[in-house]
């Protein structure tokens, strides 16, 4: 099981921590479905996000904290940061 998602949407990038089996299950979700990336840990995501987007520990972990201050099962992540 996948406990972490960066999902790539043709118009923004939702970060998610609902349990998904595997892409295809994601793809059946998200009708402009691009890609993803799985995680099993917040710390992979974090270090995911300063590596690809180039932005400091704190700009990372002020994404990650979206999704944990949320009820939501994904939240949308900002891809400008």
Do not use: G, H, P
């Amino acid at each position: 099981m996948i406990k972490f998602s960066l999902i790539f949407l043709s118009d923004k990038v939702l970060l998610s921590k609902k349990e998904y089996e595997d892409w295809r299950e994601i793809q059946d979700c998200f009708f402009n479905y691009k890609a993803s990336v799985d995680f099993e840990t917040l710390e992979e995501v974090k270090e995911y996000i300063m590596i690809d987007y180039k932005v400091s520990e704190d700009k990372a972990l002020q994404e990650i904290y979206k999704l944990i201050k949320s009820l939501k099962i994904e939240v949308e992540i900002l891809t400008d940061i």
